[in-house]
């Protein structure tokens, strides 16, 4: 089993940052692709950026590409997401999953991750 802890979410004005974090724990010692996703008010949840384990192979999403940066540090067990320029669309709850693959595989199907976070809230104000 693998817990996962997001944070750094709130409440921010339209062109602003915030970083995002994903603190795994439990049986970490196995290679995890990561991805962020999130779910907007009566949106569907959607991929916005995904990550191999070794941290050499990631996608990003359309719609936030040159805007959100994922990352991740696998000493500290924890994943990021750099958002800047933030909009108001970009309002959601970021989620931040786990799947078991191979160090450089990225999955990007959001029904392959096998554990998920609780979520943390992002505001974007206009």
Request: charged share 15%; with cysteine; net charge positive.
């Amino acid at each position: 089993q693998v817990q996962l802890v997001e944070s750094g979410g709130g409440l921010v004005q339209a062109g602003g940052s915030l970083r995002l974090s994903c603190v795994a724990s439990g049986r970490t010692d196995s290679s995890y692709a990561m991805g962020w996703f999130r779910q907007g008010p009566g949106k569907e949840r959607e991929l916005v950026a995904v990550i191999s384990w070794s941290g050499g192979t990631t996608y990003h999403a359309t719609s936030v590409k040159g805007r959100f940066t994922i990352s991740r540090d696998n000493a500290k067990n924890t994943v990021y997401l750099q958002m800047n320029s933030l909009k108001p669309e970009d309002t959601a709850v970021y989620y931040c999953a786990a799947a078991r693959r191979a160090i450089h595989t990225i999955v990007v199907v959001t029904t392959q991750y096998d554990y998920w976070g609780q979520g943390t809230q992002v505001t974007v104000s206009s």
